[in-house]
């Protein structure tokens, strides 16, 4: 097998790997690059190689920057089959779909070009082939099997088997620990190559037992201050965790009322998502659902799906919680809620995930006290806090428990899908481990006869 590395390698954005093997020639993702304006102008760039040439696409999960391209590679001649699992494959549809909206925004608003339309996405979902996060598929020399990743409902990591023996496993985004939704992560399998997402490589979240805890000061304290809770996140998986936290405490009266709006159609229509494939649920989570509590409703909850519905969030009075996307607040209605309430010392932003260098989300998180939101300047006197276990990314040491859960080690691993600081940090501890391990760049080529 030769495997061409053609995104989120030293990033987290754009994940996309090429991989050959006699005539045969698959793509594991076709992720956009999101964050900085430098980052968005890349997705216009050559994917390096003639999509009319590959046979199929797998798919990890349905994250945008793990298939933000895929219609972009349909318009340029793509015509194989796009495998997922079936989550997977409903909510990536969604996803893109909400893209394309946010792209018209922008093009109306700044004249951005779009990536691509509504029929290019149409035309895309028309190849999508759903497979169990269990299943195997053979496609002509090689074997490719999926296994459950833990990340978000439907993600997968993928083992490829040449028929010459050589296998390379390819990690995609591998969840964090004790979710109360999803199922933990699979073992990894034997391998000869892994290609190991390093998002957190040189983190370690905080105590997960702490997360509820924090979350309910925070809306405790948002109370006290009559200020306003915003919480930007990811529309699939991280609202969905939060949701069922805040259900737990308000159900529970651990908290006092409050007002909440969950501002995202997207987050919305994933929640939708969740009821179609409860099997996906851990224990916990299913015994909940089958008792009739629906985590995705709960006193004080009110979900605003229209933009005159989102503007109705302004006369409500405060304290309230608004939860809106996007989560590294690049896009989405939560731009507008940070105009509003930014500058409002007795306010807070609850920071919830990973931040992308060039991000609005970063530049919070790094302590920037003036930021550009929708063209206006902003002096930052809300609060900014952040809970790290609420990531629905592994940490250093979760990366390391898996890798040590083979039942050999790989003869090599390539940490990828993680800045340059935390992609190379990993592959030291690799190291010290006895693995052979490194931090590729973008356009190198690692064949499996040579490992």
């Known amino acids: 097998m030769r495997i061409t590395l053609h995104g989120a390698t030293r990033e987290v954005t754009g994940s996309c790997y090429l991989v050959e093997s006699g005539k045969t020639k698959i793509l594991v993702d076709c992720g956009m690059f999101q964050g900085s304006s430098f980052a968005k102008a890349k997705n216009f760039e050559p994917f390096g190689f003639d999509p009319k040439t590959l046979n199929a696409v797998f798919l990890t999960h349905a994250h945008l920057d793990h298939t933000g391209r895929l219609p972009l590679l349909v318009k340029q001649g793509f015509r194989g089959a796009i495998y997922g699992t079936p989550p997977t494959m409903r909510i990536t549809q969604l996803i893109l779909e909400d893209a394309e909206t946010v792209m018209e ?51 997968a990591f993928l083992r490829i088997e040449e028929k010459n023996g050589r296998t390379v496993v390819f990690s995609g985004d591998l969840g964090n620990a004790n979710t109360p939704i999803l199922k933990p992560k699979d073992k990894l399998p034997a391998c000869d190559a892994l290609f190991i997402e390093t998002t957190y490589g040189n983190r370690i979240h905080e105590d997960e037992s702490t997360r509820v805890q924090r979350l309910r000061q925070a809306v405790i304290d948002t109370i006290k201050r009559k200020g306003v809770l915003l919480i930007p996140t990811f529309a699939v998986e991280r609202t969905q965790e939060l949701l069922y936290e805040l259900n737990n405490m308000a159900e529970n009266k651990t908290i006092p009322y409050v007002d909440m709006f969950l501002d995202s159609p997207l987050a919305d229509r994933v929640d939708k998502t969740f009821d179609m494939f409860p099997h996906y649920y851990s224990k916990k989570a299913l015994k909940q659902v089958l008792r009739g509590d629906s985590f995705f409703d709960f006193p004080g909850l009110k979900i605003t799906k229209t933009k005159d519905e989102s503007k109705t969030i302004n006369e409500s009075r405060k304290p309230k919680v608004i939860i809106a996307g996007s989560g590294m607040m690049n896009g989405g209605r939560i731009l507008h809620h940070l105009v509003r309430y930014l500058s409002d010392p007795n306010s807070t932003v609850l920071i919830i995930g990973f931040q992308a260098q060039g991000t609005l989300g970063r530049k919070l998180y790094t302590g920037e006290r003036h930021v550009q939101v929708l063209n206006e300047t902003i002096d930052t006197k809300a609060r900014v806090v952040s809970i790290g276990a609420f990531s629905a990314h592994a940490d250093q040491g979760m990366l390391l428990d898996w890798v040590a859960s083979a039942p050999k080690p790989p003869k090599q691993a390539f940490c990828i899908h993680g800045d340059e600081a935390a992609a190379e940090a990993f592959a030291t501890e690799l190291t010290q481990r006895g693995i052979k391990a490194r931090a590729p760049r973008i356009t190198d080529v690692i064949a499996t006869d040579d490992l």
Do not use: W
């Open 105 to 155: 925004d922008e093009y109306r608003r700044s004249f951005m070009p779009k990536l691509y339309d509504k029929a290019d996405i149409e035309k895309t979902v028309g190849f999508f082939k759903p497979i169990d996060d269990s299943g195997a598929l053979c496609l002509r020399e090689l074997d490719i099997q999926f296994h459950n990743a833990g990340h978000i409902m439907g993600s």
